[in-house]
């Protein structure tokens, strides 16, 4: 690992072009190409073989594991876990012979929010703040925030406190539920809507 100006590190294997920005405390590891325009925050890992293509934004303390592309139009917040060989995308209907760089799709990935391992997010979509998708899903619509979700497509199976935590299931609109694990409390603002409090 090599410190470089500006207090982030590269590992020799890896590619950083010219143009890209990189926050002081940021580990670039094997074999990992960073494009111009792309920007990654401070106190981020950027794990083994992995791409972050022009465009694209991952906020501060951001952890990138092995294998993962980082399509332009995505948008990390702070504090996203992104698991191994889990895939992002940005056209709907792509075709080898079809250009479709005009048609890229946003996808917001939201403070807090952990992907697990191979799970695929379909372009266009939105993961709430401390969203977490679990290993294998496959998201096809936007996860609220503190969802848990699952399955082929997926689908909110529960709730999870900012922790990491599964939260018992509040049941009607109005009422609570407080996390065994570090005690925060929650409120089912709606039917698909968590709150702090």
């Not at 934004?57 to 889990?86: A, T």
């Not at 909110?156 to 406190?161: A, I």
Request: with cysteine; net charge negative; hydrophobic share 35%.
């Amino acid at each position: 690992m090599r410190e470089m100006p500006g207090g982030w590190y590269r590992h020799e294997s890896a590619y950083v072009d010219e143009g890209a920005v990189i926050g002081a405390g940021t580990r670039v590891w094997h074999f990992c190409h960073v494009m111009g325009g792309a920007a990654i925050g401070e106190r981020c890992s950027v794990g083994q073989n992995v791409v972050v293509m022009p465009g694209t934004r991952l906020g501060d303390n951001v952890k990138v594991q092995n294998n993962v592309s980082i399509y332009e139009g995505v948008h990390c917040e702070d504090d996203v876990f992104l698991g191994p060989s889990m895939v992002f995308t940005n056209v709907l209907n792509p075709r080898s012979h079809v250009s479709r760089k005009h048609e890229y799709r946003p996808t917001r990935v939201g403070r807090g929010a952990s992907i697990g391992a191979n799970a695929t997010i379909v372009c266009g979509h939105d993961l709430g703040p401390y969203a977490f998708v679990a290993a294998g899903a496959v998201v096809t619509r936007d996860v609220p925030a503190y969802g848990l979700v699952a399955g082929v497509p997926a689908r909110r199976v529960g709730w999870m406190c900012q922790c990491g935590e599964r939260l018992a299931e509040p049941g009607e609109p109005g009422d609570g539920t407080t996390c065994g694990s570090c005690g925060d409390r929650y409120v089912l603002a709606g039917p698909d809507e968590l709150a702090p409090g």
